[in-house]
Each structure stands twice: as C-alpha cells, then as structure tokens.
C-alpha cells in the first residue's frame, strides 16, 4: 500500500524513503506536523508546545482564538478606542464652530455672542419653562475657553483610552454619556436657575468614579487613583465657576453606572449583559426621575 503521503513502504531491513514537504515537494521533510501529521520541511517548521505544526494550520488558529475578555465585557486586546476619539473630535468640532460664530473667537467662544452657544447651554430656568431638556446633554459638549476645553479633553485623552479597552465602546459611552447626563441633572435640580452652565467636566468625574469602582472590582490598588480624585475634587471646591454640583453629580451617576455594569466589587464572575442593560436603564431611570422632580416643583 502507499501512504497518504505519496511515500512508498520500504521492505524490512531497507533505508526508509524521505517523505516531502507537502508544501514544498522538492525538499525532504523528516519532521510531520503534530495537528495534521502533514510532512513539513525546516522552513515550514512552526514551534509548538508540543513538537511543531505547520503554517496552514498556525494560520487557522490565529483566526479561531479570541481576544481575552475582563470580568466587565471588554476586550483587553481592544487597541483603538474609537469612542473616546469619537467624543474628543465631537467637543473640539463644537468648540470650533462656536468660536466661529463668536466674538471671542478661539480664545472666549463662551461669551455669549454664538447663538448656537446660547442654545445649547445649561440654563435651568430655560429647560423648565420652554421644556428644552436636550440642554442637558448639550450642554456637556460645550466649552467657555481654551484652558475649559483643553483641561477636559487632555484628562479624557488620558482616562478614556484604557477604560474602554476595560469596558468595551458601548458600555464606556454609556457610562460616559450617563455622567455627563447626571452632572446636568444635578445642576437643574439644586443649581441657581438663572445661571448657565457648561462644560464636559461632569462626565469626566463620572469616569473617575467608573474607574475606581472597577479598580475594586479587579482587585487592584486604588491608593493612586484615590489620590487624583481627591485632588480633582479639591481644585473643584477650591477655584472660582468650577460646577460643583455638576461634578458631584456625574462622579455619582458614573459610579452607579459602573456598579450596573460590573456589579459589586466582590463579584468575581461577569454580569450577563442582560443584567448590565437592566442596570443602566435604572441608572437612567434615576436621573429622570430627578428631573422630573425638580420640574414639578417650580
């Protein structure tokens, strides 16, 4: 019989025939993947844990495996976070067409001069009596300077990128839009009514606080990170038209939002996203019914 090689059986006692490469059959293979049982040649010879395999099927496990997941969804071999670059050009893009239509131009865009600046913007009494509610997303898109802007897109630049790769795109959005959404519900609801309000700040402190929770939940040290919030916190009691409240309200929001997606810190095993939907809907819930309080009541 002749083996599925092509190789001929040799008698007792004779010289083995070399079977060939089945890649290359002008070279001799002494060597036969441990998957296949394939003869390879040196130059096809991939290590293995076990003996060697051959480039067909080395190819065909790189496609199969998948990128490792965290106890939270995400995948840790998530490069590119196209959402934070997705928020950062949205707020510079807005900064810029409202410098455009401003006397203040780049410099002081939040002078009041742009009209879309003056539509957007947080004005608590405004959101109440003509039910503009959309400002209170608005509102976090909106930036009075280049140091405002650029404080907040540099701390997003530097806290965005790992979280989403810790989350994933969709639940690092939600955490981040929900923050920013809290930050304003907060402002409506306690903030003087006369007094607008801008500025990403708020979902950026909801981020802080989705980190630190995570932190917990991954079993990591949390000393350095308490360290940046306390600071954060502490300019924000400390320098003039800084939103108080507008930051208290999303570091809570974002802490709830991590709570709904990573569950309690002793929690090792991963919530189904089912759970994590549920979650953030009654996050959502919660800012709303805020609001809706606070517009019942003027």
């Known amino acids: 019989m002749t083996p599925p090689d092509g190789s001929a059986s040799s008698p007792a006692g004779a010289t083995p025939q070399a079977t060939r490469c089945y890649r290359h ?114 509102a976090a898109f909106l930036h009075v300077s280049l140091l405002h802007i650029g404080s907040n897109m540099l701390a997003l630049a530097i806290i965005g990128p790992p979280l989403e790769r810790l989350l994933g795109a969709w639940r690092f959005a939600a955490i981040y839009l929900l923050a920013a959404l809290g930050g304003s519900a907060a402002v409506y609801a306690w903030g003087q009514v006369q007094t607008p309000e801008v500025g990403a700040s708020g979902a950026i402190f909801g981020l802080f606080a989705a980190c630190l929770v995570l932190v917990r939940k991954l079993g990591l040290d949390p000393q350095w990170l308490i360290g940046i919030i306390v600071l954060n916190f502490v300019l924000t009691f400390s320098i003039h038209n800084i939103s108080k409240l507008g930051h208290i309200g999303g570091f809570v929001v974002g802490g709830l939002a991590a709570l709904a997606i990573g569950g309690l810190p002793q929690v090792r095993q991963r919530l189904s996203v089912r759970t994590q939907l549920l979650g953030l809907t009654s996050v959502a819930a919660l800012v709303a019914i805020v609001v809706v309080a606070r517009t019942s009541s003027f």
Not at 72 to 94: A, E, K, M, Q, R
Not at 104 to 116: A, F, K, V, Y
Request: proline content about 8%.
């Open 25 to 138: 059959p002008n070279r001799e293979a002494l060597i036969r993947c441990t998957r296949c049982d394939r003869p390879i040649c040196p130059e096809c010879m991939r290590p293995a844990s076990v003996g060697f395999h051959c480039p067909d099927d080395v190819n065909l496990a790189r496609k199969t495996v998948r990128a490792p997941r965290t106890v939270v969804g995400g995948s840790v071999l998530h490069t590119v976070p196209y959402v934070t670059g997705l928020f950062v050009t949205l707020n510079v893009v807005i900064y810029l067409l409202v410098a455009s239509q401003s006397v203040g131009g780049l410099s002081q865009p939040g002078d009041g001069s742009s009209r879309l600046f003056r539509d957007w913007q947080l004005v608590p009494i405004s959101v109440d009596a003509q039910h503009e509610y959309y400002r209170l997303i608005t």
